[in-house]
């Protein structure tokens, strides 16, 4: 089942292999992880790339900002999208 909710955004998670997507928004509730998110660069309006993804589902590695990132789904099920690939 995806999660989508307007008209082009999903969340992070969603996304397959190459998709590309700009951050819209961060949903986590957890202060901690929400600010671990954004120091690693997950911030409104940067372009993610989808590069690799697990044979089990997760890690989920992702591009940003040149340079990548592994991170699991649960994580990746907080951070809205707008699909651009």
């Given at each position: 089942?995806?999660?989508?909710?307007?008209?082009?955004?999903?969340?992070l998670s969603d996304l397959k292999?190459?998709?590309?997507?700009?951050?819209?928004?961060?949903?986590?509730?957890?202060?901690?992880?929400?600010?671990?998110?954004?120091?690693?660069?997950?911030?409104?309006?940067?372009?993610?790339?989808?590069?690799?993804?697990?044979?089990?589902?997760?890690?989920?590695?992702?591009k940003l900002r040149d340079y990548?990132?592994?991170?699991?789904?649960?994580?990746?099920?907080?951070?809205?999208?707008?699909?651009?690939?």
């Amino acid at each position: 089942m995806k999660t989508t909710n307007k008209d082009n955004s999903k969340y992070l998670s969603d996304l397959k292999i190459g998709q590309r997507a700009v951050v819209i928004k961060l949903h986590e509730k957890n202060k901690a992880i929400r600010r671990h998110l954004l120091d690693m660069g997950i911030t409104k309006g940067v372009e993610i790339t989808i590069k690799k993804i697990a044979p089990m589902g997760e890690p989920i590695d992702i591009k940003l900002r040149d340079y990548e990132l592994c991170l699991r789904k649960a994580d990746l099920r907080q951070i809205e999208v707008e699909v651009i690939e």
